[in-house]
């Protein structure tokens, strides 16, 4: 969130996966967006992937359901500059008892998983070797866990 090391998904957290830092102030001036940046800088793609045995529009659906996971975890999201896009795939192992009530399940998991994806890529990704490059986050905030 903003220049602090809480992450907007940490509701989501589970056993401390990034950080256990829980969530920030209900206060902190990070919830208001600074800034755009330019077309082509601020896209994120995901794939969720399930065994669930899921049609064409099913597939569509679960997508349309774990596009939440990045409103979860990312601040903004879905600018005019952005090419945010979640693909879902399935090996359609497992058949659907119940395909209303399935999908639904599986749709609010992805949201939440990948939330917590995003974050953790945060949390452990390591900052780029070459001169000027932005610091990771632990290289920023990896003391506050100490």
């Known amino acids: 969130m903003g220049d602090g090391p809480h992450f907007w998904a940490a509701p989501f957290e589970i056993d401390?996966?990034?950080?256990?830092?829980g969530n920030a102030p209900a206060t902190r001036a990070e919830t208001v967006p600074r800034g755009h940046g330019r077309a082509g800088e601020n896209t994120t793609i995901a794939v969720v992937a399930t065994d669930a045995r899921l049609t064409k529009s099913q597939a569509r659906q679960l997508a349309v359901m774990a596009h939440d996971g990045l409103a979860r975890a990312i601040h903004p999201v879905h600018t005019p500059v952005d090419g945010d896009c979640v693909f879902a795939a399935s090996t359609?192992?497992?058949?659907?008892?119940?395909a209303t009530a399935d999908l639904g399940r599986i749709g609010a998991a992805a949201a939440s998983v990948l939330a917590r994806s995003i974050a953790r890529a945060v949390f452990e990704a390591t900052a780029l070797p070459f001169p000027d490059a932005l610091?990771?986050?632990?290289?920023r905030f990896g003391t506050v866990l100490r």
Do not use: H, I, K
Request: charged share 20%; no cysteine; hydrophobic share 30%.
């Open 135 to 139: 610091p990771s986050w632990q290289d």
């Open 16 to 21: 401390g996966e990034f950080g256990g830092l």
């Open 92 to 98: 359609g192992r497992l058949p659907l008892p119940d």
